[in-house]
């Protein structure tokens, strides 16, 4: 089984919808990252959360959201999508050496 | 503040030869350094990472990047290029110490001819 696992994999939805991606992991690590990558641009962090209690906001938090629900659970909410948030979205998580463990991404399109 | 560079968006090599992508980084602090890997459809993968053992770090499937401090560079290599290398690889850094930030690469989409 996958170690970072996110759903739904890939989501149309319609302009002003909120929306929640989701994220979970068995590799017991406090570190989740959620990123969204545009082609060109590579990836570009949203939030970050060290632990369950600690949530920071990255370089492109504007229109997200984050909830940590437990070490294991981190999601993603756009409160009102909008078409350029249209993207390809990753969560990760990262061990003690910085190493960055992905999920499958999840393709988000908003019409 | 941390940054990287891969030069060149696409590299297109023939299969048998060698692959060469670039990436510089700017770091105010000891870096760690990292290549990933993405194939179509699919997460990116960890190819190596260097973290201030060995300057020259082999990775999977072949690869292998050296860490040249003087240059601030972190290319990425493989000798003879296999079809299946073909995919997007980005080179990201983190400052030690300083949040496990990675900040990435805009990548770099290696074609391989046959």
């Known amino acids: 089984d996958a170690d970072v696992t996110q759903t739904p994999r890939n989501r149309i939805t319609k302009t002003g919808k909120r929306i929640m991606l989701e994220c979970s992991q068995t590799?017991?690590?406090?570190?989740m990252y959620w990123y969204r990558q545009d082609p060109g641009l590579g990836l570009q962090l949203i939030y970050y959360s060290f632990d369950v209690k600690d949530i920071n906001k990255g370089e492109i938090s504007d229109g997200y959201s984050v909830s940590r629900q437990a070490q294991a659970k981190f999601s993603l909410s756009l409160e009102s999508a909008i078409p350029n948030q249209t993207a390809l979205y990753f969560c990760a998580t990262s061990d003690q050496t910085d190493t960055q463990y992905f999920g499958p991404g999840t393709r988000l399109t908003v019409l | 503040a941390q940054s990287v560079t891969q030069l060149g968006s696409h590299v297109s090599v023939s299969e048998g030869a060698l692959v060469l992508l670039r990436c510089n980084y700017s770091?105010?602090?000891?870096?760690?350094l990292f290549w990933y890997v993405q194939y179509p459809n699919q997460g990116l993968q960890l190819l190596l990472k260097?973290?201030?053992?060995?300057?020259l770090v082999k990775g999977i499937n072949g690869f292998e990047a050296e860490f040249k401090k003087s240059e601030t560079s972190f290319h990425l290599t493989k000798p003879s290029a296999h079809m299946s290398d073909a995919a997007e690889y980005f080179c990201?850094?983190?400052?030690?110490?300083?949040?496990?930030?990675?900040?990435f690469g805009a990548g770099t989409i290696l074609r391989v001819k046959s």
């Open positions: 770091s105010s602090v000891p870096p760690y």
């Open positions: 590799k017991g690590h406090d570190r």
């Open positions: 990201a850094v983190s400052e030690r110490g300083y949040g496990n930030k990675l900040v």
């Open positions: 260097y973290t201030s053992a060995a300057t």
